[in-house]
């Protein structure tokens, strides 16, 4: 979880964004059912969903991706949250850029599995 959220005392609950990244033709719905999973357990409000289908391609490409970014943009979420990090990027450098953008709008991500070493 990104430190800026691990550090908020004292705030709402998160309002996160779960999203989903698929191949062409996948059903994303058995990764968003894990993730509704979690947000149950966890004190987050799921304020929206996105996914993408278009497999391993560069996150700020994706219709899907950019939504969430608008949502945490204009102050309707808090985070993202996703099953692992490759449903962001499985490459280093396009991770730690999303990374990045979700930092510089105040947001950060949440990940169902541990994240892998970069």
């Known amino acids: 979880m990104n430190r800026a959220l691990a550090l908020r005392t004292g705030t ?4 996160v964004i779960l ?3 698929t191949t062409v033709g996948k059903d994303p719905g058995g990764h968003f059912t894990e993730l509704q999973g ?15 289908s278009c497999g391993d391609s560069d996150p700020p490409l994706r219709p899907g991706w950019t939504q969430a970014l608008k949502l945490i943009a204009t102050g309707r979420a808090d985070a ?20 990045d953008a ?5 947001g950060g991500l949440l990940l169902l599995r ?3 070493h970069l």
């Open 19 to 21: 999203y989903v990244l």
């Open 38 to 52: 979690l947000a149950a357990r966890s004190p987050w409000t799921v304020t929206g969903r996105a996914s993408d």
């Open 102 to 106: 979700l930092s510089s709008l105040g």
């Open 80 to 99: 993202v949250a996703s099953v692992s990090r490759t449903a962001i990027s499985p490459h280093p450098g396009p991770y730690l850029q999303a990374l």
């Open 114 to 116: 541990a994240e892998t």
């Open 12 to 15: 709402p609950a998160l309002r």
